[in-house]
């Protein structure tokens, strides 16, 4: 039996939180106080009649549960429980369950019944469970709903004056979409309560001007916000100019956000403060909490969960804090004096020191802002939340994130290959990775930038890299192509430009790079960029300006700035470096030709992404994930029955230990044989002599173990032989910015040396595979090199479909390498499978029902 779902936050629909947990027999007082609370139209909806009050023996039953057969869930606001839903199996070892739920009259149309089917339905599963039913009043229009809204195939029949239910609760295509878009919804709308405060307060700022609370203070009230400012000081009447409380509540006006800079130990009297208030979000300033040891790190869950019961999401701790430059808004809650002029760019920074930075820079570049979010330590809202919001925000364009590491990755690749349609995503994040699980290297760092160019998410490597795509984003159109024209009046600068483009994978246009030379005048220069606007042979520009001799030009001869914008405005991006002067107006400049046309590149390759086909995860035949799962929950993982649950056929391997059981082995399999060394390393080192082929009686087996034996060790394989082919590699592994990827090579100690891997995250579209196939260095070799035959790549890419649909299956599979598998022109076979799997009490995030 799985043990109960432990407690668990969840969002509501309108972005407050709740917790969701199994119920307990010392819940029956919260039972009976939440029933007194239904109206008589909610009891007579959940119970089909008036049942004004929970007889004890009904109420015994509900508390206890065996949380397999019979299981039942609480939500609870705060320390009230506010809903209850339950599972009832109808029968011994019946693949069906009755279902039911009842949510307190002031909290119903706010999600609550979807969450509860959503963690029902996972635990029902789990016990063995494939069909709910239902029973309802036709009158109960709003429990239908949450039923038909869910995507699963209902059935229904109306019967005796009650619609009766019944349909299957395995997750299909459609019930996941419906599951993701209430995420996108809940998580949007959180975020949104927070960056448009009807009023803020603050905690910690001291009356005499010094210090965290008193500086964001000073900030909110300069930058202008539109809403209400409320300081609460436990004995000063007024601090920064401001009428001051020593409650929140007390100051009688709406407060939707909290500013937290009090030492950890006096954060949760703030809480409760703030909860008295209505505040719906706290950002904490303060540090002293996870990044400060284990005290810390207890005193930031206790913050966490008290915010949480009250309904409140939380920023930080340990962070800059939030900004939003709307007009209606002029929200700057963060320690920055100066925030960038309003623009069209939502920024995320995991860091805080980092943040001051990122915003100082950006103002000087002159790069518009739209919102501003400093994450700390990421307790709870993460640059997911942030990218859920942004997604619909119609005054965001452009994404930059700043991000140290990853909380929830699956999620993060999943959001980003859908919202990266939408608005692109520039994120500054580390290529470096640890060493994968199993044994396994995972990712390197060309392989982790493919990963993120594969999810649509512009990588780079530097502050100044992150600001260069953002400007160019924000102010130039996407480039139809990869072609370049590069005009400039220095044959020095265009040159470099042309070498530029070469390297960063540009293709210079033909007739380029066009050097109007120095003595061209402003107007000149300027006939030349229109030109070059309107080649149909160029889909990008590089605008390249050496400051004239002085005396050179006069008048409207000299003034190039006046003269240039007319001449870029055909619609195709351009970027400019100006030795002298400052390059038109909306125009990206840089320092460096190079730094120019590295941005450029970046923003090319974005919109060659957009415009890939996006493919489509195949349905696969002989899957059988029911069959996967009890191949899990053996004492021993059977990796074989694990595998041909998803139509992965592993050639027999009969492990011996002696001379006379080689023997036998292979009389059973019948001959030819071949010998292995058992060490994993070492199954497929021919070149090692581990590997013995072609052993067609018995006196080779002997003579063959026996080497093996003396050189190896006496642990053996005996396998049939199959025919020959291309070695191939197959892996799977956990990334820390990706969740679980799939990686494809050639075998041989060449392609191990060098890291000739290529990645693609899980889920895999048909599209993933074929490239993935053809990803590799040394992929060539598949499709015939030298006179050689080509192998099958379409078994080879129906292979990588099979292991990623497991691993998005299985969450439990951790790592799994397939080495080797031997591609024919014929078809394939897999050798030997390794798989590491971790423990059924840690859930993979992004898998299951929702929870923050």
Same mark, same amino acid.
């Given at each position: 039996?799985?043990?109960?779902?432990?407690?668990?936050?969840?969002?509501?629909?309108?972005?407050?939180?709740?917790?969701?947990?199994?119920?307990?027999?010392?819940?029956?007082?919260?039972?009976?106080?939440?029933?007194?609370?239904?109206?008589?139209?909610?009891?007579?909806?959940?119970?089909?009649?008036?049942?004004?009050?929970?007889?004890?023996?009904?109420?015994?039953?509900?508390?206890?549960?065996?949380?397999?057969?019979?299981?039942?869930?609480?939500?609870?606001?705060?320390?009230?429980?506010?809903?209850?839903?339950?599972?009832?199996?109808?029968?011994?070892?019946?693949?069906?369950?009755?279902?039911?739920?009842?949510?307190?009259?002031?909290?119903?149309?706010?999600?609550?019944?979807?969450?509860?089917?959503?963690?029902?339905?996972?635990?029902?599963?789990?016990?063995?469970?494939?069909?709910?039913?239902?029973?309802?009043?036709?009158?109960?229009?709003?429990?239908?709903?949450?039923?038909?809204?869910?995507?699963?195939?209902?059935?229904?029949?109306?019967?005796?004056?009650?619609?009766?239910?019944?349909?299957?609760?395995?997750?299909?295509?459609?019930?996941?979409?419906?599951?993701?878009?209430?995420?996108?919804?809940?998580?949007?709308?959180?975020?949104?309560?927070?960056?448009?405060?009807?009023?803020?307060?603050?905690?910690?700022?001291?009356?005499?001007?010094?210090?965290?609370?008193?500086?964001?203070?000073?900030?909110?009230?300069?930058?202008?916000?539109?809403?209400?400012?409320?300081?609460?000081?436990?004995?000063?009447?007024?601090?920064?100019?401001?009428?001051?409380?020593?409650?929140?509540?007390?100051?009688?006006?709406?407060?939707?956000?909290?500013?937290?800079?009090?030492?950890?130990?006096?954060?949760?009297?703030?809480?409760?403060?703030?909860?008295?208030?209505?505040?719906?979000?706290?950002?904490?300033?303060?540090?002293?909490?996870?990044?400060?040891?284990?005290?810390?790190?207890?005193?930031?869950?206790?913050?966490?969960?008290?915010?949480?019961?009250?309904?409140?999401?939380?920023?930080?701790?340990?962070?800059?804090?939030?900004?939003?430059?709307?007009?209606?808004?002029?929200?700057?809650?963060?320690?920055?004096?100066?925030?960038?002029?309003?623009?069209?760019?939502?920024?995320?920074?995991?860091?805080?020191?980092?943040?001051?930075?990122?915003?100082?820079?950006? /103002?000087?570049?002159? @790069?518009?802002?739209?919102?501003?979010?400093? =994450? %700390? $330590? &990421?307790?709870? #809202?993460? +640059? *997911?939340?942030?990218?859920?919001?942004?997604?619909?925000?119609?005054?965001?364009?452009?994404?930059?994130?700043?991000?140290?590491?990853?909380?929830?990755?699956?999620?993060?690749?999943?959001?980003?290959?859908?919202?990266?349609?939408?608005?692109?995503?520039?994120?500054?994040?580390?290529?470096?990775?640890?060493?994968?699980?199993?044994?396994?290297?995972?990712?390197?760092?060309?392989?982790?930038?493919?990963?993120?160019?594969?999810?649509?998410?512009?990588?780079?490597?530097?502050?100044?890299?992150?600001? /260069?795509?953002?400007? @160019?984003?924000?102010?130039?159109?996407?480039? =139809? %192509? $990869? &072609?370049?024209? #590069?005009? +400039? *009046?220095?044959?020095?600068?265009?040159?470099?430009?042309?070498?530029?483009?070469?390297?960063?994978?540009?293709?210079?246009?033909?007739?380029?790079?066009?050097?109007?030379?120095?003595?061209?005048?402003?107007?000149?220069?300027?006939?030349?960029?229109?030109?070059?606007?309107?080649?149909?042979?160029?889909?990008?520009?590089?605008?390249?300006?050496?400051?004239?001799?002085?005396?050179?030009?006069?008048?409207?001869?000299?003034?190039?700035?006046?003269?240039?914008?007319?001449?870029?405005?055909?619609?195709?991006?351009?970027?400019?470096?100006?030795?002298?002067?400052?390059?038109? =107006? %909306?125009?990206?400049?840089?320092?460096?030709?190079?730094?120019?046309?590295?941005?450029?590149?970046?923003?090319?390759?974005?919109?060659?992404?957009?415009?890939?086909?996006?493919?489509?995860?195949?349905?696969?035949?002989?899957?059988?994930?029911?069959?996967?799962?009890?191949?899990?929950?053996?004492?021993?993982?059977?990796?074989?029955?694990?595998?041909?649950?998803?139509?992965?056929?592993?050639?027999?391997?009969?492990?011996?230990?002696?001379?006379?059981?080689?023997?036998?082995?292979?009389?059973?399999?019948?001959?030819?044989?071949?010998?292995?060394?058992?060490?994993?390393?070492?199954?497929?080192?021919?070149?090692?002599? =581990?590997?013995?082929?072609?052993?067609?009686?018995?006196?080779?087996?002997?003579?063959?173990?026996?080497?093996?034996?003396?050189?190896?060790?006496?642990?053996?394989?005996?396998?049939?032989?199959?025919?020959?082919?291309?070695?191939?590699?197959?892996?799977?592994?956990?990334?820390?910015?990706?969740?679980?990827?799939?990686?494809?090579?050639?075998?041989?100690?060449?392609?191990?040396?060098?890291?000739?891997?290529?990645?693609?995250?899980?889920?895999?579209?048909?599209?993933?595979?074929?490239?993935?196939?053809?990803?590799?260095?040394?992929?060539?070799?598949?499709?015939?090199?030298?006179?050689?035959?080509?192998?099958?790549?379409?078994?080879?890419?129906?292979?990588?479909?099979?292991?990623?649909?497991?691993?998005?299956?299985?969450?439990?599979?951790?790592?799994?390498?397939?080495?080797?598998?031997?591609?024919?022109?014929?078809?394939?076979?897999?050798?030997?499978?390794?798989?590491?799997?971790?423990?059924?009490?840690?859930?993979?995030?992004?898998?299951?029902?929702?929870?923050?």
């Amino acid at each position: 039996m799985d043990a109960p779902e432990q407690a668990v936050d969840v969002l509501l629909s309108d972005g407050s939180t709740v917790q969701l947990r199994p119920i307990d027999p010392s819940d029956a007082p919260g039972i009976v106080a939440m029933h007194s609370r239904f109206s008589e139209r909610t009891r007579y909806l959940r119970y089909f009649s008036p049942y004004p009050r929970i007889p004890e023996r009904d109420l015994h039953r509900f508390v206890n549960v065996d949380h397999h057969d019979r299981e039942a869930f609480v939500v609870l606001a705060g320390d009230r429980i506010v809903a209850v839903g339950r599972y009832e199996r109808l029968g011994p070892q019946s693949p069906d369950a009755e279902v039911a739920f009842v949510v307190e009259d002031a909290y119903q149309g706010r999600g609550i019944g979807s969450v509860l089917m959503e963690h029902l339905a996972d635990a029902a599963r789990r016990a063995g469970i494939v069909n709910f039913v239902a029973e309802v009043l036709p009158a109960n229009g709003q429990m239908l709903r949450v039923f038909a809204d869910f995507g699963y195939q209902i059935q229904r029949q109306f019967a005796d004056g009650v619609v009766h239910l019944s349909f299957p609760i395995a997750p299909t295509e459609a019930t996941l979409e419906v599951q993701r878009g209430r995420e996108h919804r809940t998580e949007a709308r959180s975020i949104a309560r927070l960056l448009a405060p009807r009023g803020v307060a603050v905690y910690g700022a001291s009356a005499t001007g010094q210090g965290v609370g008193a500086a964001v203070l000073g900030h909110l009230r300069d930058g202008g916000f539109t809403g209400s400012v409320v300081p609460v000081h436990p004995s000063a009447v007024r601090v920064a100019g401001l009428p001051a409380y020593p409650s929140a509540a007390d100051a009688g006006l709406p407060v939707d956000l909290a500013v937290v800079a009090v030492p950890p130990e006096a954060a949760p009297a703030v809480v409760a403060d703030a909860a008295a208030a209505g505040v719906h979000g706290l950002v904490v300033i303060s540090a002293g909490f996870a990044e400060a040891g284990v005290e810390g790190a207890a005193a930031q869950r206790a913050l966490v969960r008290a915010a949480h019961a009250a309904g409140m999401r939380v920023i930080g701790p340990n962070c800059l804090g939030v900004a939003n430059t709307d007009p209606a808004v002029r929200l700057n809650a963060t320690l920055a004096p100066r925030l960038p002029v309003p623009g069209r760019v939502g920024i995320f920074s995991q860091s805080g020191a980092f943040g001051v930075a990122l915003l100082a820079e950006a /103002d000087r570049r002159g @790069l518009g802002l739209s919102s501003f979010v400093s =994450a %700390g $330590n &990421r307790a709870d #809202v993460s +640059g *997911n939340d942030l990218l859920q919001y942004w997604q619909d925000d119609p005054g965001t364009d452009v994404i930059m994130l700043y991000l140290e590491t990853f909380g929830n990755p699956r999620k993060f690749a999943r959001l980003a290959r859908r919202i990266g349609r939408d608005k692109p995503v520039v994120a500054l994040a580390s290529p470096a990775r640890p060493a994968g699980l199993g044994g396994a290297t995972g990712p390197d760092a060309t392989a982790v930038s493919a990963l993120f160019a594969q999810s649509g998410v512009i990588r780079v490597d530097t502050v100044g890299e992150l600001l /260069d795509v953002g400007v @160019l984003l924000a102010n130039q159109p996407l480039p =139809a %192509g $990869n &072609r370049v024209g #590069v005009v +400039g *009046n220095s044959s020095a600068l265009t040159g470099l430009a042309a070498t530029a483009c070469a390297a960063q994978g540009l293709t210079v246009a033909a007739g380029y790079p066009r050097d109007v030379g120095p003595r061209a005048s402003a107007a000149e220069f300027a006939d030349a960029l229109a030109a070059a606007a309107t080649d149909e042979s160029v889909d990008a520009l590089v605008v390249l300006f050496a400051p004239p001799l002085p005396g050179q030009f006069t008048g409207t001869e000299a003034d190039f700035s006046a003269a240039l914008p007319a001449a870029l405005s055909g619609g195709k991006p351009a970027v400019a470096t100006f030795l002298v002067g400052c390059a038109p =107006a %909306g125009v990206p400049s840089y320092p460096s030709v190079e730094e120019a046309v590295r941005a450029l590149s970046r923003v090319t390759a974005y919109a060659q992404w957009l415009r890939r086909p996006t493919g489509v995860v195949p349905e696969l035949s002989d899957v059988d994930p029911a069959a996967a799962q009890a191949a899990l929950r053996a004492d021993d993982t059977d990796v074989a029955a694990l595998l041909a649950a998803y139509g992965i056929d592993v050639v027999e391997s009969v492990p011996v230990t002696s001379v006379d059981e080689a023997v036998e082995a292979a009389e059973r399999l019948g001959f030819p044989v071949a010998l292995k060394a058992a060490a994993p390393g070492l199954r497929h080192r021919l070149d090692l002599g =581990a590997v013995r082929l072609d052993l067609s009686d018995a006196a080779a087996v002997r003579r063959a173990a026996t080497e093996l034996a003396v050189a190896f060790g006496a642990e053996v394989l005996v396998q049939p032989m199959v025919p020959p082919g291309v070695a191939c590699v197959v892996e799977l592994v956990e990334d820390p910015a990706f969740g679980p990827v799939v990686g494809f090579g050639l075998g041989g100690v060449a392609t191990e040396l060098l890291g000739d891997r290529a990645w693609r995250s899980v889920p895999l579209t048909d599209r993933d595979a074929a490239e993935l196939v053809d990803a590799p260095r040394a992929a060539p070799l598949l499709r015939g090199h030298r006179g050689a035959a080509p192998v099958d790549r379409a078994a080879l890419a129906d292979l990588l479909l099979r292991v990623g649909r497991l691993a998005d299956d299985q969450p439990r599979v951790r790592a799994l390498t397939l080495n080797p598998v031997l591609a024919r022109p014929d078809g394939l076979s897999v050798l030997h499978a390794n798989v590491r799997v971790g423990s059924a009490a840690v859930p993979r995030p992004d898998t299951g029902p929702r929870r923050l």
